[in-house]
């Protein structure tokens, strides 16, 4: 026994309780217009074998859970004698404890008893969104097509995770502990009744209710413990499964749109036999139903046998089912819950703290099954989880110092009380733990995991006892005859962080090349602060030939070396492994640049290396010559003519994060204008500003081919169109789109250039009469514009990504207008941000005037600085003066004014005169934000210098 949990800063009724319940039989009462519900439970209790010690002790008393249950009666029943014992007990409302005593000894017959408990329950009103849907809980509704206006419709359902049930009936409610239930509801007769289980008998009452008793469950916790009663509709179907061959019955109820729900069954139908096979294990249960709720809070449960979903997430009208992402999701919640009907539900964990693997666990094998049948083919190289999950939970992992262990993390959260599922659900590591099985399965392979997996839950003792996943991957990997699994789970539910592989190449005397692989974790404190103890990573390492190396597979030590072999084009194919790779040898990205050139690198592996070599640059700790180097050679190829550049091509995404570092550098590079840059400069412009350029054919206007280029393709358009900001072609082009953009036709100019159309517009404007015409634009009750806003929102397809509104066209305006590198202009924008102070982003025309005033030349360079200075120092006292509203436009005007004054003693000492200011801005700390920018850029700067 090894259970740590803590609840509520007390011990587990499991693990010091003399006796524990083995099976429940609950009755209950439910009114529609009553707030509690007649009940009574009969419950078997058990001696506890977990304590020894008291086992020969007589018992006089024992404890439960209970909470907002009014007891009316405890007593046990002798069942041979049919004698009574009364039993006294006390409630403590701030544990949630029930003592029940005896003054004589508890008797027992073949180590049990019978307890009997009469109680009233309390049913919960729902009204809205913010009531909270726990225990037993109540909600009036209309029906859409209603012709009465009275929500005389009633639904009544129960929530139990993580810790309800006793707000239901009295048990011990701890995932530790399994047990069967027996439930009996009375309900008026035209309420439909679901429950874990099908119904055993149903009795009609002549007072016009109905008596129903459900079929015992099998053991489970009492967290999915559930049922629903009231004004259902439903659809259902029935499905032959595969291992058992049984029919079982499928059923969904909604209160409304019941035709909206046919999707659900259908996606049911097809994935409960797949699940079945998976596992080779019989679907525990005689049938299975999905409930849709008007009001959940939790947005879905997986009870057992009835799974309760928040009803819009599943009502799908034909539109919404004809968009595919919107489809794929329904899927991924269906498939997620069908999985926890085995795992989490059959088999469970034996304590919260494990919440986060039966979650990953879910979604990592509902996603594997969509992935096979071709419902979400490319599922694990998508956007949805290479970027919006992968990365970004890696680099939340590096970025937030206070992400600990898995296991670390999940005592913390126990060690607080648990009022809702996510108080004990942690985001972090349910991510994380999606992107360790996905490794774990490429790594053993599917029909071998698969196998583990269903010898595991074809042992009896993991469904009679509640389990961790450590016992899990242990037998696993004895089935499997492998001690790496359970090492490989340990690893990295034990180290935080993300693992660092340095690859180098190395030639000996006799030419024989081989590679160095090293690996650290990857983070930013002190030194000393963390161990840098080895993950067990899988490698994924690509070989020339498009297979993947099955030698060297899993790397556990510091350094491993590679020898006799040629062919290494990368590591972490597909980006399917939870790590970082740093190529630091020109031979390694010459292999990466063959592959290119030979149109076979795919897609997502460019993206890879990019976001790597992205994460390294401008950081102290990682950022290497060789990746400038790498950059390059890289981004060159891409530009070299045996490389298609089109819509069909899959390197724009890759491109994408390339061309970002290149616009930082660009922008660096003339803050340090005048510390030999202009070899840089000259280089970029020429080996990829203007090759890209080139490359790419500029169509007149894009209403032809807009539907076949992609987002990311349109994105490094704009993103090359603004490095070439003062090319001639480029000026001309964006002459033409400029004037499109405003007057139409239609669907000419994609959301996506808007802003470089902008900055080049900007950057080359010279006269008052172009920079008063934009300023015009930014006019909201100017009916012109307003046509122009809806021409905007025509062009955009991709809602999501770009809100665009009226404040979308202000802010790009905004950002760009002080691009131009007139000096008029720039006193004029540097008054119109004063007289505008108040106004909404106002400070983004700084961000134009940031890029060009130090891009000027010499004195006028000079020139401008001091004119902002003067400027900013000027005003500053009268936007203090107009005091809390402008706090942050103030800080965010000050953070770039001082990167744009960069470094000046003279100035420094003049900000010391708003110390103790009425706003409490530290304007010393922000200038040392400003100076550490300033230096990280500085950085770049010198290693771009030694490989130029
Ligand atoms: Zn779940």
């Not at 239901?168 to 439909?192: A, G, H, N, R, Y």
């Not at 149109?599 to 010559?625: A, C, H, R, W």
């Not at 103030?890 to 900000?911: G, M, P, R």
Request: net charge negative; proline share 3%; glycine share 4%.
């Amino acid at each position: 026994m090894s259970v740590q949990a803590i609840t509520n800063g007390m011990s587990l009724l499991t693990l010091d309780n003399p006796v524990l319940p083995s099976h429940y039989e609950i009755k209950l009462n439910l009114e529609p217009n009553s707030v509690t519900a007649k009940s009574s439970i009969k419950i078997t209790m058990s001696k506890n074998d977990k304590m020894v010690a008291s086992a020969k002790e007589d018992l006089k008393q024992f404890r439960l859970h209970s909470k907002d249950l009014k007891i009316a009666n405890a007593f046990i029943v002798d069942e041979d004698s049919n004698k009574k014992l009364l039993l006294k007990w006390k409630e403590d409302v701030n544990t949630n404890l029930l003592t029940l005593n005896s003054e004589e000894a508890i008797p027992f017959k073949d180590n049990h008893f019978f307890l009997h408990i009469e109680y009233d329950a309390t049913v919960k009103i729902i009204k809205t969104h913010e009531d909270k849907t726990y225990g037993i809980f109540k909600t009036n509704f209309m029906k859409q097509s209603s012709e009465s206006s009275i929500a005389d419709n009633v639904i009544i359902s129960t929530h139990c995770q993580p810790s309800y049930a006793k707000t239901i009936f009295p048990c011990v409610d701890e995932p530790s502990i399994k047990t069967s239930f027996q439930l009996t509801l009375e309900t008026p007769s035209q309420f439909k009744t679901i429950s874990n289980t099908g119904i055993k008998s149903e009795e009609k009452l002549k007072s016009g209710r109905t008596v129903t008793t459900f079929k015992t469950t099998p053991l489970m916790s009492t967290s999915v413990f559930g049922f629903a009663a009231g004004d259902f509709d439903f659809i259902k179907s029935e499905v032959e499964m595969p291992i058992s061959k049984k029919k079982i019955p499928l059923c969904v109820y909604a209160p409304d749109n019941i035709d909206f729900t046919v999707f659900t069954l259908d996606t049911i139908q097809k994935y409960l036999p797949l699940l079945e096979n998976y596992f080779n294990k019989e679907y525990p249960l005689d049938k299975l139903d999905f409930v849709l709720l008007p009001f959940l809070s939790d947005m879905a449960m997986e009870n057992f046998g009835m799974v309760s979903i928040l009803m819009n997430h599943l009502t799908l009208p034909p539109q919404a089912l004809a968009n595919d992402n919107i489809r794929e999701q329904c899927q991924q919640l269906i498939v997620h819950e069908l999985v926890h009907q085995w795992f989490g539900n059959f088999i469970t964990y034996e304590s919260w703290e494990y919440l986060w693997f039966n979650e990953s666990f879910a979604t990592w094998l509902a996603s594997v099954l969509l992935t096979e049948t071709g419902d979400s083919p490319s599922y694990w190289t998508s956007n949805a989880y290479l970027q919006q999950h992968m990365y970004i939970t890696m680099e939340n992992e590096i970025s937030n110092p206070s992400i600990l262990s898995i296991i670390e993390q999940s005592k913390r959260s126990m060690n607080s009380e648990i009022i809702e599922t996510s108080d004990v659900f942690n985001a972090h590591s349910y991510a994380k733990g999606i992107a360790i099985l996905r490794s774990l399965q490429l790594t053993i392979g599917d029909e071998l995991l698969k196998k583990g997996i269903q010898t595991f839950i074809n042992d009896e003792k993991n469904h009679t006892h509640s389990i961790k996943p450590m016992d899990m991957w242990t037998q696993v990997g004895s089935t499997l005859k492998s001690a790496n699994i359970a090492n490989y789970f340990a690893s990295w539910s034990r180290l935080q962080g993300v693992p660092i592989v340095h690859v180098e190449v190395e030639t000996d005397g006799n030419n024989e090349i081989s590679y160095k692989l090293t690996q650290h974790r990857y983070y930013h404190g002190e030194q000393d602060e963390i161990e840098d103890i080895p993950y067990h990573i899988p490698l994924f390492i690509l070989n020339e030939d498009g297979s993947e190396d099955r030698n060297n597979v899993l790397f556990t030590d510091r350094t491993l070396i590679i020898n006799g072999k040629k062919d290494l084009v990368l590591l972490n194919h597909n980006g399917q492994g939870y790590y970082k790779v740093s190529y630091e040898s020109e031979t390694l990205y010459d292999s990466i640049c063959k592959q290119l050139l030979a149109n076979k690198l795919n897609g997502v592996d460019l993206f890879t290396i990019m976001k790597d070599i992205k994460s390294f640059i401008g950081d102290e700790k990682y950022q290497k010559p060789i990746h400038f180097d790498g950059l390059f050679k890289i981004l060159r190829t891409l530009c070299s003519p045996e490389i298609q550049l089109d819509e069909t091509s899959v390197y724009w995404y890759g491109l994408n994060v390339g061309l970002d570092i290149i616009q930082k550098i660009d922008r660096y590079e003339r803050t340090f204008k005048n510390v030999s840059m202009d070899k840089i400069s000259q280089t970029l412009t020429s080996e990829i500003f203007i090759p890209f350029m080139n490359k790419i054919d500029w169509p007149k206007d894009f209403s032809k081919i807009k539907e076949n280029v992609s987002t990311e393709q349109l994105e490094c358009m704009s993103q090359i169109m603004f490095l070439n900001r003062q090319h001639g072609t480029i000026i001309k082009k964006c002459d033409t789109y400029f004037q499109k953009m405003l007057n139409g036709p239609k669907q000419c100019i994609p959301i996506e250039l808007v802003n470089s159309i902008l900055t080049v517009y900007c950057s080359n404007m010279t006269s008052l009469k172009q920079w008063k015409k934009l300023i015009n634009v930014m006019d909201e009750t100017s009916e012109s514009n307003k046509e122009i806003l809806q021409h905007l929102i025509e062009n955009s397809d991709n809602l999501n990504k770009y809100e665009i509104n009226f404040q979308f066209i202000k802010n790009s305006i905004l950002e760009n207008i002080g691009f131009t590198s007139k000096e008029e202009l720039m006193e004029r924008n540097l008054r119109y941000i004063n007289e505008h102070i108040g106004s909404m982003n106002i400070e983004y025309i700084l961000i134009g005037i940031n890029y060009n005033s130090n891009g000027g030349d010499g004195d006028a360079n000079e020139k401008n600085i001091k004119s902002i200075e003067e400027w900013y120092l000027t005003n500053l006292p009268n936007w203090i003066k107009i005091g809390m509203k402008l706090k942050n436009t103030i800080k965010n005007i000050s953070l770039i004014v001082f990167q744009i004054v960069n470094n000046k003693k003279s100035f420094v000492d003049k900000l010391t005169r708003f110390k103790g200011n009425s706003l409490g801005i530290d304007f010393i700390s922000y200038y040392s934000l400003a100076t550490a920018e300033i230096n990280s850029q500085k950085l770049i700067i010198e290693d771009l210098n030694k490989v130029l």
